[in-house]
């Protein structure tokens, strides 16, 4: 019988790479050692062989491991700009938020969300309700998952739209003390100001000085010769 997907991804465990991940994210769950290089090559594997049904049910039944590169891989598993119909993928990924407990989990599934955001943006009146729960995560998730409206150079005036609807987001955010919301935001407004300089700045005159000093410095990174 194949190895399961879960033992594919254990026979590149490193207990060594394993002990030094755990103290690096510093959560309590199982760590395997295994490079994300590993689990890209895995993952792109499992995609080609598998319908949108059973992707959803290896990717349920890894998360639930509780795995560090087992939540990864279940992430990554959905990670892609075409799936049709995608609306169970969109349903496991939004039950997964209060799940979030770490940057690289949560980045890693945020990013399979901002496919399914931008093949359907209606979808953003549903992240709009995470901006509000008592989970710091889930609020983050929010702007990192809508980063794909951080990088159009030609938007289209509906995409502008979206665009100033996330900064109302994070405007919001602004007050929030949170290292992680505070990063958050000025990821958002770094990513935007390569693109659409001009709305970073207009952000930052309104928003800048109550900002935590290094989220402020990070959001006018590329705007630095402007600003001085």
């Known amino acids: ?33 295994v490079p ?8 792109k594997s499992w995609r080609q062989q598998m319908d949108v049904d059973a992707r959803v049910a290896l990717a349920d039944q890894l998360w639930q491991t509780n ?20 609306q169970a993928v969109w349903d496991l990924l ?31 009146d549903q992240v709009e309700g995470w901006t509000t729960s008592d989970h710091m995560w889930t609020r983050r998730a929010a702007l990192v ?22 900064l109302g987001w994070a405007a919001k955010y602004v007050p929030d003390r949170d290292w992680f919301i505070q990063k958050a935001v000025a990821w958002w407004l770094r990513d935007l100001s ?4 001009d709305r970073v700045r207009a952000f930052l005159a309104a928003h800048g000085d109550a ?6 410095k990070e959001a006018g990174k590329y705007l630095k010769d402007q600003l001085e």
Request: charged share 30%; aromatic share 6%; proline share 10%.
């Open 36 to 43: 994300n290089p590993v689990l890209n090559d895995l993952t």
């Open 94 to 124: 939004q039950s997964w938020l209060s799940d979030f407990d770490a940057w690289a989990v949560a980045d890693h599934a945020s990013m399979a969300m901002q496919k399914r955001l931008w093949a359907d943006p209606s979808r953003l």
């Open 1 to 33: 019988m194949p190895d399961s997907p879960l033992d594919q991804i254990k026979a590149h465990a490193d207990p060594d790479r394993a002990a030094q991940m755990a103290a690096y994210h510093k959560v309590d769950r199982p760590y395997l050692g």
């Open 194 to 197: 390569k693109h659409d300089p």
């Open 67 to 86: 795995i560090h590169e087992a939540r990864l891989a279940a992430a990554k598993l959905l990670t892609q700009a075409r799936i049709r119909p995608d």
């Open 145 to 166: 998952a809508t980063l794909p409206w951080t990088k159009q150079n030609h938007p289209k005036p509906e995409d502008l739209q979206r665009r100033d609807r996330i």
């Open 211 to 216: 900002m935590k000093p290094f989220a402020r």
